[in-house]
Each structure stands twice: as structure tokens, then as C-alpha cells.
């Protein structure tokens, strides 16, 4: 059978972005110190599922757009496969979680709005920034965006925790980050993988959770865990990137 014309035989993978790409949650994340790289997250697996991948793994957790940007720096030339994720620290992720435990409905509705008012006017550029640098770094690479998926199934089998208006909340952020950075990603010729389909139904307070509820260490929380890294983002970056 004829391999597609858009697959890529990745043999030199360069992976960017924040936690979501380093693994964190996921475990394992041997002498990457503060970047929480993990063995299990998803640039990792893939480098094992082709074999002679060469892998540049820089992506850290609690990166944003000026990281990610030194980060484009380690690209080699030759690159044919990049991956990013980067944007939900810029809008503050961490804040919105912080306000949503321990404040009120309005409180946490508020500060998603806030965050929801960042991601529209002032995220787009800086995405535009990332996008065009790893395109000048890697002009014949493929390049792949990856999202951020819904944090809570609403409603779910939780009896503590947030309240519904605070998970419906919270998630109403992740799709407005969805919305954003897909329409950037397009405009840069990237290719979107959107996770919040591979995701449906394996959100927190589902029946098979792919996602960290709150945890300690607390830099743990509200990531994805092994599986989802495995059955959640691998198949995505799979079916984007051939």
C-alpha cells in the first residue's frame, strides 16, 4: 500500500511547548528537573512507534509563548516533523484553576472570562510569533499544533469538589482556547489536532478518567495522566501527522 503523500516518516521530530507536550502528570520524568519530561508523553511514544526517529525534546512545563520561542532555537535543520502546544499559561491556566477551588461561582466565571478576553485579543499574535519562527527554523517540516482538551465531564460522577457552574466554566475556556488557536494554526498552513473529541468521555468525573484531578505535587493537577497521553494525544498526533 502507497504511503500518503502528507505522512511523515519522521526521522528528525523537534517537540515544543508546555506541560501538556512535556508529560507532565504522566510520570517517569528521569533528569528533565523542572520540565517534567516525562517517558509516557506523547513526543516520546511517538519517537518509539518510528523507529530511527531522532527526537529534540524540549518542551517544559509552565512554558509560554517567549519560551517556546527560545525553545524553536534547538530546531535542526532537517526537522521534517514539529510539534507545539502553547497558550494556556500565557491566558493562565494556573490562575483559573487557583480562583475556580478556592472562590466562588462568579469568582471562578470571572476569572475564565478574563482569561477567555486574553486568549481573543492578545494571544493571537503572540501564536503568530511561535508559528512563523518554527516555519523559519523548519521551512520543509510538517507542522503540527496541538490542543488542549476539555478538563471535566459536566455533568459527572463527582459528589465533591467544583461545583457544575465552575467545571462548565473552566471548560468554556478550553474551547475558547481551542477556537483561537486553531484559527492561528490555519493561518500559519499548520495542521490543528484537536484533542477534545479523543477526550469525550475520559474527562475528569467521567467513568475512565484520562486527566489528573487534584493531585500532589499540585503541578500535577488537571493534566493528563498516562493514558491520556497514550490514547488521547498519540492517536491524535498519529492521524494529523501520517
Known amino acids: 500500500m502507497a504511503t500518503p503523500a502528507s505522512a ?3 526521522s528528525t521530530y523537534a517537540a515544543l ?37 531522532q527526537l529534540t525534546f524540549v518542551a517544559c512545563s509552565g512554558a509560554r509563548t517567549p519560551d517556546v520561542l527560545k525553545q524553536a532555537d534547538s530546531i535542526k ?5 514539529v510539534t507545539v502546544s502553547v497558550g494556556g499559561n500565557d491566558a493562565g491556566f494556573v490562575d483559573v484553576i487557583t480562583k475556580c477551588t478556592l472562590g466562588s461561582d462568579q469568582d471562578c466565571q470571572n476569572r475564565v ?6 486568549a481573543a485579543k492578545t494571544l493571537p499574535g ?16 510538517k507542522l503540527v499544533v496541538v490542543g488542549y482538551p476539555r478538563i471535566y465531564k459536566v455533568p459527572g460522577s463527582c459528589d465533591v469538589g467544583l461545583s457544575d457552574a465552575k467545571r462548565t466554566a473552566i471548560n468554556s475556556g478550553s474551547d475558547a482556547l481551542a477556537s483561537v488557536i486553531s484559527a492561528r494554526a490555519s493561518a500559519a498552513g499548520a495542521t490543528f489536532v484537536d484533542v477534545r473529541g479523543p477526550f469525550t468521555g475520559h474527562e475528569i468525573c467521567s ?12 503541578d500535577e493537577s488537571y493534566h493528563p495522566n498516562k493514558s491520556g497521553q497514550a490514547k488521547g494525544y498519540l492517536p491524535a498526533l498519529t492521524s494529523a501527522a501520517g
Do not use: E, F, I, M
Request: proline fraction near 4%.
Open 8 to 10: 511523515v516518516q519522521a
Open 17 to 53: 511547548g508546555d506541560s501538556y507536550s512535556s508529560g507532565v502528570g504522566a510520570g517517569d520524568y528521569g533528569d528533565s528537573g523542572s520540565c517534567k519530561r516525562s517517558a509516557n508523553a506523547y513526543p516520546n511514544l511517538w519517537a518509539k512507534a518510528h523507529s530511527g526517529t
Open 77 to 81: 535543520s532537517g526537522t521534517n516533523l
Open 113 to 118: 472570562n478574563t482569561a477567555k478576553d486574553y
Open 126 to 141: 503572540l501564536l503568530d510569533s511561535v508559528y512563523s519562527k518554527v516555519k523559519s527554523k523548519a521551512p520543509a517540516a
Open 207 to 218: 467513568g475512565d478518567w484520562w486527566l489528573n484531578s487534584l493531585t500532589w505535587p499540585v
